[in-house]
């Protein structure tokens, strides 16, 4: 019961969290020096069609009343006509992100399959070499600039070593998309030659994005597996005589790995801002190589439609991530 | 004195410190130390995309430019920006932290609601639409990341001034008459300056990193500037051939990145005790 109330007010506070976003983002995009007005008119618009325009869009509007008008537009979905694509945002950025979500979700599975593991190892054989060796890859990964990465690896795997496509997402035009995930969907239709073709051009892209996600889950694993070791009721299930095998992987994981969930809200933002850089290495056709053209081509109502869109979906895992938290933490209820 | 011969024994601080002095040792004397000075603004194009040699130690880019000076002037760069922008997040994060953590009213979870709204973004994506909106130039890349990353430093003084609030001392010096502001910059501010300052080099590599993101992403310094994400950008035309135009601006990035790291997790280290590396309590 408390769980469920738990779970209401999480999803109470997502409309104001919302509304402030918009705030933010309507702010941004009402501070150029220029006229809006007078950009879409032209250099040379007559007075008379510059005004035309200021109130066909309702510039001459006061600020609050342009505000309303913004949040009843979004809230519809309507987030205005990208200048370069000419099509609605909105319908831009829903069409690309079954494959910014295909990226993010592989590199999240590399990233936790390595990391949990490596953490968990390190912090128990503390100081060994293995310790030291995995520090050095988390200590760089976190380092590294996610675009250079990419970059490197292109170079090295595709265009030296020919082992992998430099860019795009498959051979040929794209299937019809059943899920827009080109893997599930070569699954579904049992397309072994296409589901072979997507994961080759997966390969590469999904590397920047999970070296440093897998860096942070090992730091916070390794750290929470140490701090859960030190802990007075594992202290207490020692002293009991419990076998040691049954204290880690009874009672150490389980601890260590709710707080490592707390961090994979925070890690699948850290891939949606990577996949800015990360797709427009790749020419990957998803929400980053789309925010990369829109910053190219100064095309301001797809960038705040991509930050809107791309905020929006962040507090939404945030939402799940401390829900599934609340679940799995009977102290956290 | 012990907690400087401690910080002299933490490997991780000792290699952070030399890295983070090294650059500012290559930001300062950028003009005496580099082969070829002149190249940050005029280019030699019959020398260009030569590969790392004998007189061009980094190679050359794509105008004939020598890719080690121009990384040494890169530096400056990437101290102003990181310096200035971290600073303002500082000064704009923890008053407000300070406030919020320190009155228990409307006001202050009114300040904590708008920095939860700030941190609901990835930082990188609302600096790009900052940055988008009021266009390539240094200060704009300043102004972006200050305004997205001051949430940081909220959350963190007002967590740690609201577990101050109850502390004997505070009360005391309420007990004593102190004003509210004598309160918090004279007794809470040097109880968790540590904290704020290890937040703040952690904090320094962050913003070189976000920086660099947005100059490949031709939000930074408009060219000639010796920007390090743009030189990356720069070379993607040329691969596979000139591979050593990427290579080193992007060593310079993860070794300067690595070093506030290190610095700020060795800082951690030797000015925290209670959050020392490693359980140290029994058991």
Redesign the interface.
């Known amino acids: 019961m408390r769980l469920l109330a738990l779970a209401a007010r999480r999803c109470l506070w997502m409309p104001p969290t919302l509304l402030g976003l918009t705030l933010i983002v309507f702010s941004i995009s009402h501070i150029i020096p220029s006229d809006p007005a007078r950009v879409l008119a032209g250099e040379n618009a007559p007075i008379e069609q510059v005004e035309a325009l200021r109130r066909k869009f309702g510039l001459d509007l006061p600020l609050p009343q342009q505000f309303f008008r913004y949040v009843t537009d979004v809230v519809s979905g309507n987030m205005g006509i990208s200048l370069y694509t000419q099509r609605p945002v909105a319908d831009d950025l829903l069409e690309r992100l079954p494959a910014t979500f295909e990226l993010a979700i592989y590199a999240m599975i590399l990233a936790v399959l390595l990391g949990l593991p490596l953490g968990v190892v390190s912090a128990l054989r503390r100081n060994s070499l293995l310790d030291h060796a995995v520090r050095v890859v988390t200590i760089s990964g976190l380092a590294m600039a996610a675009f250079w990465l990419a970059i490197l690896l292109q170079l090295l795997f595709s265009m030296k070593l020919n082992l992998t496509p430099v860019q795009g997402r498959i051979d040929g035009w794209g299937p019809d998309p059943i899920t827009g995930f080109y893997t599930l969907d070569a699954v579904l239709r049992g397309d072994w030659e296409m589901l072979g073709s997507s994961l080759r051009y997966l390969a590469l892209p999904v590397m920047p994005l999970a070296i440093p996600a897998m860096a942070t889950i090992v730091r916070f694993t390794r750290a929470g597996v140490l701090n859960v070791m030190s802990s007075n009721f594992v202290f207490y299930q020692n002293a009991m005589g419990l076998p040691r095998r049954v204290v880690i992987w009874k009672y150490i994981l389980r601890s260590a790995l709710i707080g490592t969930l707390t961090q994979i809200g925070l890690v699948f933002g850290n891939l949606l801002a990577g996949a800015v850089v990360v797709e427009a290495v790749f020419s990957w056709p998803g929400l980053g190589t789309y925010a990369y053209n829109s910053i190219l081509q100064s095309d301001y109502n797809a960038i705040m439609g991509f930050t809107l869109f791309t905020g929006t979906v962040f507090i939404c895992v945030n939402l799940l991530v401390d829900i599934a938290q609340a679940v799995l933490d009977p102290r956290g209820r | 004195m012990k907690s400087l011969r401690r910080m002299l024994r933490d490997r991780a601080l000792l290699t952070g410190l030399v890295i983070v002095t090294l650059l500012v040792l290559a930001a300062v004397f950028a003009s005496p130390l580099s082969t070829f000075p002149e190249h940050v603004t005029s280019f030699d194009p019959s020398q260009r995309l030569k590969p790392p040699g004998e007189r061009f130690w980094l190679g050359t880019d794509r105008m004939g430019a020598d890719i080690y000076s121009r990384l040494l002037f890169g530096a400056r760069l990437t101290i102003l920006v990181a310096v200035v922008a971290t600073t303002f997040a500082v000064v704009i994060g923890v008053p407000i932290g300070l406030v919020a953590g320190y009155y228990r009213n409307w006001f202050s979870d009114l300040l904590m609601?708008?920095s939860?709204?700030?941190l609901?973004?990835?930082?990188?994506?609302?600096a790009?639409?900052?940055a988008?909106?009021?266009g390539p130039a240094i200060q704009n890349v300043i102004l972006a990341l200050s305004v997205t990353y001051w949430p940081f430093w909220a959350r963190l003084v007002y967590a740690e001034t609201r577990s101050l609030r109850n502390e004997v001392f505070i009360e005391a010096a309420i007990a004593m008459g102190a004003s509210p502001l004598r309160v918090m910059v004279l007794h809470v501010v040097p109880s968790i300056a540590s904290s704020i300052i290890v937040r703040t080099t952690i904090g320094m590599?962050a913003t070189i990193?976000a920086a660099?993101?947005l100059g490949?992403?031709?939000?930074g310094a408009p060219p000639p500037a010796p920007e390090w994400?743009r030189m990356?950008?720069e070379?993607?035309e040329f691969?596979?051939d000139a591979?050593w135009y990427?290579?080193a601006?992007?060593v310079a990035?993860?070794?300067v990145?690595?070093g506030f790291?290190?610095l700020g997790d060795g800082l951690r280290d030797v000015l925290d005790p209670r959050i020392r590396r490693?359980?140290?309590?029994?058991?």
Do not use: E
Request: glycine share 16%.
């Open positions: 609601r708008v939860d709204v700030f609901a973004v990835p930082q990188i994506v609302l790009i639409a900052i988008q909106t009021l590599g990193l660099a993101s490949f992403l031709g939000l994400g990356i950008a070379s993607r691969l596979p591979w990427a290579t601006p992007g990035i993860l070794l990145v690595m790291n290190l490693g359980g140290q309590r029994g058991g």
